[in-house]
Every structure is written in C-alpha cells, then in structure tokens.
C-alpha cells in the first residue's frame, strides 16, 4: 500500500504562485511515476502532470505548460508542482497520485494510488 499526502495549496490571486507537495511512503518511491490532477467543481478530474521514477521525462497538459513545473526529490520520497502565473481557472482541488510503474502515464485509471487532495483557489 502506499500513502499520499499532499501540501501547499490554498487561496492566491491571479498571477501568483504556490507550490504543491506530496509526501509518500508505502513503495520504494525511485520506481514510482507520479502524477498531478485537478478537479474543478463540477467538472471530472483532469491531468496535469506526470513524471518518470527517474524525474527524466515528464508530460504537461496543455493548460499548464509553460507555467507549471513538476520535479522531485527521490531522497525525500516527495514530489513537487510548482505553479506560476495562476488565473482563476486553475482553481481547483488538486490530486497527486502514483503508478505501480515507472512510466509516465496521463489518465487516471492508470494510476493506483491517490492522496485525499488539496485545494487551490485563484482570485482574480
């Protein structure tokens, strides 16, 4: 079993930053792909961003590239989504989540493990 939790999030105005953090335990971290999802009000859950186990290759929606950075610390067993330039519909709660792979992944159902969530709202 592994365990998620993810940080960071909270109430920003439109161009601003925050960056998220999700902390896991449960699985050797270094061969794990890990991930980033949203879900507005309403709306599905949607990809953000993913990573290999290695941190070499990663993958971004298209609403986000450019402004979003996901990376991680292997010897923290933690990863990282750094948000710049947020606008209000970034607004959302936000998942990490983590795949029994070590490859980067975009849909949800290709993910084994999810973190209870956190939120993050964009004033304009």
């Known amino acids: 079993q592994v365990q998620l939790v993810e940080s960071g999030g909270g109430l920003v105005q439109a161009g601003g930053s925050l960056r998220l953090s999700c902390a896991t335990s449960?699985?050797?971290?270094?061969?794990?792909?890990m991930g980033w999802f949203r879900q507005a009000l309403g709306k599905e859950r949607e990809f953000v961003a993913a990573i290999s186990s290695s941190g070499i290759f990663t993958n971004y929606a298209n609403s986000v590239k450019g402004r979003f950075t996901i990376s991680r610390d292997n010897a923290k067993n933690t990863v990282y989504l750094q948000m710049n330039s947020l606008n209000p519909e970034d607004t959302a709660v936000y998942y990490c989540?983590?795949?029994?792979?070590?490859?980067?992944?975009?849909?949800?159902?290709?993910?084994?493990?999810w973190g209870q969530g956190t939120q993050v709202t964009v004033s304009s």
């Open positions: 449960g699985r050797t971290f270094s061969t794990t792909a």
């Open positions: 989540a983590a795949r029994n792979s070590p490859v980067v992944r975009t849909r949800t159902y290709e993910y084994d493990y």
